[in-house]
């Protein structure tokens, strides 16, 4: 394992020790085998994660003000769906971000950080999509406890398979799979069953019938910017369009 480093100093792609993955089509100005002394140090130098890390954490600062005030707001709402809005807000907007920007500040210091702080990354991901499917599932199921404890067994089983196919499975394609299936079931259900109540004639008298479509289409908007936002991530869209600029 390299020894850290305290001088700032850049390397590309082609320099980085055997542990480190390299962005697709990213060559240069990477940062390796730093102490975290001089990660914190480049919070405030210009490297091909200084977007990453201030994107994650000054989001993450803006929703911890924000969710202060939203439950300051609503404290007197009930005392069940408060505790479970709170999880909710903490886990998915402020913890959530906050994992994810220290680790694209921290994993470059050594093989064994490099490890702990992705796992931190894609465990608080998980955290965040099983909090806010609580919350969804909460809403769309609120008057149907049977339907509630099936849902909510059903993310958790999801949640678990996915830990053991990233832990123990060497398939890429079925560790994929597995978080996708859990990413789109503990999603999409709530929104399409309280879609289905809305839409259907037969069920006017039901209490989700009540639900705004202002509402509705918020919710919506929310799903298909999540949906968005994954496949150009995972497409690598804006490196494939202007390779030559991100490599500089």
Not at 62 to 87: S, Y
Not at 104 to 109: A, D, E, G, R, Y
Not at 146 to 171: D, H, R, Y
């Amino acid at each position: 394992e390299e020894q850290c480093t305290e001088t700032f100093e850049l390397v590309l792609q082609a320099q980085l020790p055997p542990w480190f993955t390299p962005y697709p089509f990213v060559l240069t100005s990477y940062r390796s085998g730093f102490s975290y002394r001089l990660c914190l140090a480049s919070l405030f130098r210009l490297h091909n994660e200084t977007l990453n890390v201030w994107s994650e954490l000054a989001p993450a600062v803006c929703f911890a003000v924000w969710t202060a005030r939203f439950l300051e707001e609503h404290r007197d709402a009930d005392t069940e769906d408060r505790c479970l809005v709170t999880a909710g807000l903490i886990v998915s907007c402020v913890l959530r971000p906050l994992c994810s920007g220290l680790a694209h500040l921290f994993h470059v210091t050594s093989a064994s950080g490099y490890i702990l702080w992705w796992s931190v990354d894609y465990v608080s991901i998980c955290l965040a999509i099983l909090a806010t499917s609580l919350v969804s599932g909460r809403f769309a199921f609120y008057c149907l406890e049977p339907l509630q404890i099936l849902f909510f067994t059903s993310i958790g089983g999801l949640l678990s398979s996915s830990m053991v196919a990233v832990l123990a499975v060497s398939s890429p394609v079925l560790r994929s799979a597995s978080f996708a299936l859990f990413v789109l079931f503990s999603n999409g259900v709530p929104f399409l069953y309280t879609l289905g109540i809305k839409l259907s004639p037969s069920s006017r008298y039901h209490a989700g019938a009540d639900v705004p479509w202002r509402y509705i289409n918020l919710w919506a908007l929310s799903l298909g910017t999540f949906a968005l936002g994954l496949g150009v991530k995972s497409s690598s869209l804006p490196e494939r369009l202007v390779r030559r600029r991100w490599s500089d």
